[in-house]
Structures are given as structure tokens and as C-alpha cells.
């Protein structure tokens, strides 16, 4: 692994199946992971395998059948938890624990009523107990984004000096701005003492509406994992999309980072995490939504069909789209309906074209979408044609 290339860590599985409505048996769990293992994740969080025996059977199958990627398991800092963990991911090549614990005041105080001492006393001792199963295991500070930096920073340390191969610094709430996540990325780097041992991991919740700046802050300041879901689906308003960040990387090659993604299976990972979820992709959805590569209006329309690059910014065909859409309404132009009309089998000269225009134009205000038949009929029954 280059020290620029970003890992990426899929928990799709794991955050991303708590969205409530959820519905995945174990048997779509290991197709949704033998795809992820194809599309080239680092890391794929199978589950939280003490939380239920369903859970447990998904963690243990998934771990049989993934081929390259490392599986995870999420414990809290409690033996049992990690106990269980190792158990179902025995069979797994490249197994790894993912530990950890509360950090934030308000964690400390409300959920665990604890101390900032016992708190790091606990995080050192999971890692430590991970350890003993198996060499890969991350610690988590959960709430992170509200811990202060000094405070966190001890923590990691005591992660390190336990074994931790990894650090992930959760924005839980998804509270932070993204110049403030860059910068608590920074401040880890710089002064965690042993930090050249593990590497630093993005996890961002989406509440603002910023995980996906704030886990590139955190990569350009840095970090060397992004935690991600397809689809960015997760808890209330989800987790990073990991098809957003791995597209950000490829379309700005200037930073320097890349991963192993195969990005033209984009498109078809995202259908199938949402047909088997039970969980619809918002039509405007960044990259995978209905909408991404569909051009309405004419002024777009007309750029696009002259030449692709005035309005789009990635090939549709590098995310699995065959081809972007030109869709035909009321706000349309002459050169979007000239062109559908020849997909279709018409070459229209310019004046057969002005008449057909004004039939489109009436027939449209009346159809707020028009498909290939309206066309054939618009064309049909326009003066040209009579
Ligand atoms: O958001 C979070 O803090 C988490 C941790 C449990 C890793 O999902
Ligand atoms: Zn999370």
C-alpha cells in the first residue's frame, strides 16, 4: 500500500444497517459482501456479532466467503463483546476487531457515568484483549468530533501503546465543520506520541449534510481511511457515501490520493444495496441517483449534446451508467428533441423540425415527461407528416 492510497473501509453492513426499516437476511448480507470484496473495499465491516446470533451467523458466513478484503466485527470495550467477535471471525483471511469506546464529556458523563482516567484505563485494556486474538484490531473514540482534541489525543496514545493498527476518530453526531475535522485530523498526526504505528481512519455521520467534506478534510490532513456505506445510508441522515469520496479522489487527481476502487461497478452496487434494503436512492443522490446523469433543460441539453464535458464532470460510464439521459419537457430544447427524435428513427430537416418543435411544446405542457411513443405520435401528427 502507497502512503497516498486512501483505504477503504465499507460498513455498509454494519452502521449502514441500522437505518430503521432495514430489512437484509443473512443470505443478501453475503452477496452485498461478495460484491464489495469485487469492487475492491480494503475493509468490510460485517456486523456487530454480539448483538444478536443473526448477526453472529452473517459476521462467521461473510468471513468464510470474502476473498481480499479484511473483515471486521464491532465489539464495545467490553471482554465479552470481543470475545464473541474473535469466535465469528475465525474463518475469516484478514480479520479484525473494531473496538472501542465513548470519548466526548457527554459520553463519558451520561452514558458511561465515568472519568476521563477510567475511560482511557478501559480503551487500553479492549485493545489490549482484542490483541490476544487477533494482530489487526482498530480502536474507535466514539464522539470524537465533540471530544477535545488534548483529551483525545491521550487516548490514542494509550490505543497505540496497546497494539492498535488503526485510530478512527468518529464524527458520531456529524457535528463538525469540515476545516474542524481537517484540523483534529492534523493535530492526532502531530502529536500523538507512536502515531507512525496506525494509521488514522475518517468515520463521519452526515447531520449537516458534510461527511463527505469532512472525511476528504480528514484524508487531505492525513488520515489514511474512510469509513463509508453505499449510498451513504446509516443512522438518521446516514454515513459518508462511499461512492461520493472515491469519486472525489478519482476526479481530482491533483491530491494525490487514490484507492482500490473499481468505480464502474458504482452504479450497480448501489441498486442492489437499495433493492435488497428495501431503501430508495433519492433521485438527485450524488454519482448513483436516477438523476445524476440526466440533462432537462435546454440550455444543458444542448451543451451536453454539442459536447458531454460542458455539464458533466465525470464519464457516466466510469460509475456503471451506459450513457447519460437527455430527458425531454416542457423546458426542452430544438437540439434535445432533434436528437431523441433520431434515436428513434427520424432525421428531421430544420423546418420539419419547427413544426414538430410547437407539437412537442403543447403535447409537453400537458405530459410533464415525454417518451419514445409520445415522440413517434408527436412526430405522427404533426403538419409535416400529414
Ligand atoms: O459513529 C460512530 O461513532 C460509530 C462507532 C461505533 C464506530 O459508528
Ligand atoms: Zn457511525
Redesign the pocket.
Known amino acids: 500500500m502507497s502512503n497516498n492510497n486512501i483505504q477503504i473501509f465499507d460498513?455498509t453492513l454494519r452502521?449502514g444497517e441500522q437505518v430503521p426499516g432495514c430489512k437484509l437476511n443473512s443470505e443478501q448480507k453475503v452477496v452485498i459482501a461478495e460484491q464489495l470484496d469485487q469492487l475492491g473495499v480494503d475493509v468490510i465491516e460485517a456486523g456487530f456479532p454480539v448483538s444478536s446470533p443473526g448477526d453472529f451467523k452473517s459476521v462467521e458466513a461473510i468471513s468464510k466467503i470474502v476473498k481480499n478484503a479484511t473483515v471486521c466485527g464491532?465489539t464495545r470495550a467490553v471482554e465479552n463483546d470481543i470475545k464473541v467477535a474473535a469466535e465469528s471471525l475465525k474463518y475469516a483471511k484478514k480479520p479484525r476487531i473494531?473496538t472501542?469506546i465513548g470519548t466526548s464529556d457527554s459520553h463519558i458523563l451520561h452514558k458511561f457515568k465515568s472519568n476521563r482516567e477510567a475511560i482511557v484505563e478501559r480503551a487500553f485494556e479492549a485493545v489490549k484483549y482484542a490483541k490476544s486474538f487477533v494482530e489487526d484490531v482498530e480502536f474507535?473514540a466514539?464522539?470524537a468530533g465533540r471530544t477535545d482534541n488534548e483529551y483525545l489525543a491521550r487516548v490514542c496514545e494509550a490505543a497505540i501503546r496497546a497494539g492498535a493498527t488503526v485510530l478512527?476518530i468518529?464524527d458520531?453526531t456529524g457535528y463538525c465543520l469540515p476545516s474542524e475535522y481537517g484540523a483534529k485530523i492534523k493535530y492526532l498526526k502531530e502529536n500523538v506520541k507512536g502515531i507512525e504505528k496506525a494509521i488514522l481512519s475518517c468515520?463521519c455521520?452526515n447531520d449537516l449534510g458534510l461527511a463527505t467534506a469532512n472525511s476528504i478534510e480528514g484524508v487531505i490532513n492525513g488520515a489514511r481511511q474512510i469509513?463509508c456505506t453505499i449510498n451513504g445510508i446509516g443512522e438518521r441522515a446516514g454515513n459518508t457515501a462511499l461512492e461520493e469520496v472515491v469519486m472525489v479522489l478519482k476526479q481530482h487527481p491533483y491530491l494525490n490520493l487514490d484507492t482500490n476502487i473499481n468505480t464502474s461497478m458504482l452504479f450497480g452496487m448501489s441498486q442492489l444495496v437499495s433493492d435488497s434494503m428495501g431503501i430508495y436512492t433519492q433521485p438527485n443522490k450524488a454519482i448513483v441517483g436516477a438523476n445524476a446523469f440526466a440533462h432537462s433543460s435546454g440550455i444543458h441539453q444542448d451543451g451536453v449534446i454539442k459536447n458531454r464535458a460542458t455539464y458533466e464532470i465525470i464519464d457516466p460510464r466510469d460509475v456503471g451508467v451506459t450513457e447519460s439521459a437527455i430527458v425531454l419537457t416542457a423546458r426542452s430544447g430544438r437540439a434535445a428533441l432533434a436528437y431523441r427524435a433520431k434515436n428513434v428513427g427520424y432525421e428531421l430537416t430544420k423546418l420539419q423540425l419547427d413544426d414538430v418543435y410547437a407539437n412537442f411544446l403543447s403535447f409537453a405542457d400537458r405530459k410533464k415527461e415525454i417518451n419514445d411513443n409520445d415522440i413517434h405520435q408527436i412526430i405522427e401528427t404533426s403538419n409535416v407528416y400529414q
Open positions: 460498513t452502521d464491532l473494531h472501542g474507535y466514539e464522539d478512527n468518529p458520531t468515520h455521520h469509513e
